[in-house]
């Protein structure tokens, strides 16, 4: 049982390139979400997912794009790399949402640097 | 949205408990409120939650006020490995964030 996955680990870009960040969930759950976290600040969400097929806006969703086609799985873009991007971005699931108690899994991170 | 306000830093040693506070005034009446911490740069690690009881399980207790202003975080025994990030969290509108602040260093002395 592996949790959450996050690959790669590590990536440094050039500004403008693109990428793709696969999260991958073992533990069936609906909700899926992409937080970013920035020297010194705590999370803050990009975009996420209430189930297989539907993805919704967060706090800081602008350069990014997200697609959920498999319920395991949740992918983030970057389609023209920012420097503002260099982050270490973290994923994670949960069984539940809305107003009802969830617990949340994340992943051991991604770490991007944009040059 | 309910937002949380924590001491940005706490010290506590070793084997002492350390309790950690957090307030939340303007909490809703459905919201719950999680405590997650962050060891170094890993991924956060879900301790705890509450409504409005008091909760305890293998790794904290969690206190909130009968108003539910405020709550503590309580780790009865301090170990070096609970030097971590601790995070109070309520749900903000719309129910599908969990508004991570910037949280409590603690840091456990020997």
């Known amino acids: 049982n592996a949790g959450v996955t996050q690959t790669p680990k590590f990536r440094v870009l050039k500004t403008g390139q693109s990428m793709t960040l696969l999260c991958a969930q073992d533990?069936?759950?609906?909700?899926m979400y992409w937080y970013r976290q920035d020297p010194g600040m705590g999370l803050r969400l990009i975009h996420y997912?209430?189930?297989?097929?539907?993805?919704a806006k967060g706090e800081v969703p602008d350069g990014y794009n997200v697609s959920r086609l498999k319920k395991q799985n949740f992918l983030l873009g970057l389609e023209s790399a920012a420097p503002s991007q260099t982050s270490v971005y973290f994923c994670a699931s949960s069984y539940l949402g809305g107003f009802r108690y969830r617990e949340l899994f994340f992943g051991e991170g991604s770490r991007l640097t944009v040059l | 949205d309910a937002k949380t306000t924590q001491p940005p830093s706490m010290d506590c040693a070793e084997g002492r408990a350390a309790n950690l506070p957090c307030n939340h005034s303007?909490?809703?009446?459905?919201?719950?409120v999680y405590w997650y911490r962050q060891i170094h740069s890993q991924g956060p690690q879900y301790i705890i939650h509450?409504?409005?009881n008091n909760e305890t399980n293998e790794m904290a207790s969690l206190i909130i006020t009968e108003d539910r202003k405020s709550s503590t975080l309580i780790l009865p025994h301090a170990t070096l490995r609970d030097t971590a990030v601790y995070y109070c969290i309520v749900e903000s509108t719309g129910a599908n964030n969990l508004f991570f602040g910037t949280g409590t260093r603690l840091t456990v002395i020997p």
């Open positions: 533990m069936n759950h609906e909700y």
């Open positions: 303007t909490i809703s009446g459905n919201e719950y």
């Open positions: 997912s209430v189930g297989e097929g539907t993805t």
């Open positions: 509450g409504l409005k």
